[in-house]
Every structure is written in C-alpha cells, then in structure tokens.
C-alpha cells in the first residue's frame, strides 16, 4: 500500500485515530475525548486555540461552543470562511474541575501544553499553512514554543524558525468574559482587525502564486 501523502486527508485521519490513545499527559483521564483539529489539508490558514471547551469535550469537535459562535462571526467580518480554515487547539484534552453539575474550565499549565505540542506540529505538517494564528497565551506558548506575552507580539506577522509565520491574537473566549459591553465591542473590532491582518497576508500569497 503507498502511505498517505502528508497533507492529505488520510494522512490527517491516522493521527487523529493516533491521538485519540495520547496518554502523554494525565488530561485524558477525566476528558471524554480528545478533540483533534479539523478543517481541510492543505489549508492556507491554521487557527489555534487553547483547549477545547464543555461542549467541544462532548461534541469531539474544536470551537462548537460559545467561543466557536465568537469565532465564527469574528471570521465572517474578517472576510475568511471557516470551511477554508483548519482549525485546532494547543492542548486536546478539555481540562477542569467539576463543580456540581457544571465542568470548570482550568487553564492547562506548560507541561501539558509541551506534551500536547507534538500533535500541532503534526497537524501543522500535514496542513502546511500559510500562517497560524494562535489564539491566546497557551496557543501562543504552544506555537512558539515559549511563554509569550500576548500584548507584545498581538496582531503582526511573525517569523517561525522553520520559514513558517504566525499572528498572535487574543482568545474569543476573553471577549466574552468582559463583562463591560463597550469594551467587549471594542475588543471585539481589535480581534477582527488582527484576524484581517491574517486575511491579508493570505491574499498576498493567493496573488504571488
Ligand atoms: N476554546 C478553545 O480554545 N478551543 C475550543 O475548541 C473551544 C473553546
């Protein structure tokens, strides 16, 4: 049988199938599932979250909840389809604390993000994107490899090691835990405005090829 070529979608199901046995860090013991990333390969966009949420955790799907409602729309005023996008997260265990009848999201700390982080660069290689948005401080630690504060790299484009490039933003999440409407419509235009910086750049690719 030939192996399946890296960006193809075969390629992609295997370390999908793969991931779903990680058991590279305990996150998988209370997680219903692992949430694997999705979206076409090639793909000229990759966009990276933190971890998936309660309902992705159900759904086995990345962004399916409010913060995937946030995204969707901000995408839409970006003028980026989701359907062109693959889309996935640092971390692919949902991480939390049970509180009654609720689930309460916990922030995954470093080590579970450098655990999970052979699974991005996995993806990232199949999906061989133009540029990759990491969405927040964990997907921004997960992306470059370090601990990068969000406000000083926000919104531009970033030159990876590899020849690849990054944007870092803010997560959607953030936007809806403001709790002042104004600043949450405020933050909301600076998230589109990243996300059109983004939109952008892979026009001037789309032109160069
Ligand atoms: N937040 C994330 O970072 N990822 C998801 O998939 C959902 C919420």
């Known amino acids: 049988m030939t192996p399946a070529r890296s960006d193809s979608p075969e390629h992609l199901a295997a370390l999908r199938a793969a991931a779903a046995e990680c058991r590279a860090c305990p996150l998988w013991k209370n997680a219903t599932q692992t949430v694997f990333g999705e979206g076409p390969a090639p793909a000229p966009l990759m966009l990276v979250g933190e971890q998936p949420g309660d309902k992705e955790d159900l759904a086995g799907r990345p962004f399916v909840g409010p913060a995937g409602q946030m995204l969707d729309r901000a995408l839409k005023d970006a003028g980026i389809e ?6 996935t997260n640092a971390v692919k265990h949902f991480k939390f604390v049970p509180r009654g ?3 309460l999201h916990q922030k995954p ?3 579970e993000i450098t655990a999970c982080r052979p699974w991005y660069a996995r993806e990232r290689a199949a999906v061989k994107p133009v540029l990759v948005v990491a969405m927040g401080a964990t997907a921004a630690q997960g992306v470059l490899g370090r601990i990068t504060p969000i406000n000083k790299t926000r919104g ?3 030159d990876l090691d590899d020849g690849g490039e990054a944007l870092v933003t803010v997560h959607p999440s953030y936007l809806l835990r403001l709790p002042d409407q104004g600043a949450r419509a405020r933050e909301y235009q600076r998230f589109v405005a990243d996300l059109k910086v983004a939109a952008a750049r892979l026009r001037r690719h789309a032109d160069a090829a």
């Open 82 to 87: 989701r359907k062109t996008v693959y889309v």
């Open 101 to 103: 009848k609720i689930r």
């Open 109 to 111: 700390n470093s080590a």
């Open 156 to 158: 531009r484009l970033i």
